[in-house]
C-alpha cells in the first residue's frame, strides 16, 4: 500500500479505553468496519475501536457509512 500524501493524512487514532474518540478524531469506527459521525443516532452507543477526524477519512481507510 502507498503511503497517504501530505496534503491529505488519514489519521488512524485508537479509541479511548471507555469507546470515546478524541474531540480532534470524532469519528468513530467499530469493530464491525462501519464509521459513525457525531449526529447520527447510533453514536453515542458505538465504541470505538478506531476514530478519524472526518468520514472521507474513515472511508479512504476501507471503512464505510452505516446502511440507512
Known sequence: ASAATPSAPVADIPGNPDGS???SAPVKV???KIYHV???TNYKNTKAKHCF???Q???QAGY???KK
Do not use: L
Open 30 to 32: 467499530s469493530k464491525s
Open 38 to 40: 457525531p449526529d447520527e
Open 57 to 59: 477519512a474513515a472511508e
Open 21 to 23: 474518540c478524541p474531540a
Open 64 to 66: 464505510r457509512a452505516p
Open 53 to 55: 477526524a472526518s468520514a
